[in-house]
Structure formats: C-alpha cells, structure tokens
C-alpha cells in the first residue's frame, strides 16, 4: 500500500472544521498533546509502516 495523495476525504471543509473546533478553548501545550493523540490513534488504525514513513517525509516538504 502506498500513500493516497489525492482528495480522498467526503467533505473535508467539514472535517477540518471539527478538528479546529476540537483544539478551541485548549492551550497550546493541550492542543499540542491532542494533535498528538490523533496521530497516534491515526498512525495504528493505518497499521502501514511504509506509509507512515512516506507521510512523515511529506509533512516535512515545504513548499
């Protein structure tokens, strides 16, 4: 499995805005600590090592 890096998520507009509604009212160490989480809870229902890695190498791009 490789890292899907095209529009694969139904209504995305409204999944970030749920995610930026969850960090309201957290401190930046809170939020921090959530985003954390995420990942995480994110990185082992992915289960793919190679596509972790693939991500992380991608988050790191700037364009």
Known sequence: M???KTDN??????FY???LATHK???EAES???NARLILI????IG??????EAVALAREVD
Do not use: F, K, Q
Request: aromatic share 0%; glycine share 4%; charged share 25%.
């Open 25 to 27: 009212g957290l401190s």
């Open 17 to 19: 805005a749920e995610l």
């Open 48 to 53: 793919e090592r190679d596509v972790l890695s």
């Open 32 to 34: 921090h600590a959530l």
């Open 2 to 4: 490789s890292l899907i």
């Open 42 to 45: 994110l990185a082992n229902h």
């Open 9 to 14: 998520l139904p209504e995305h507009d409204d």
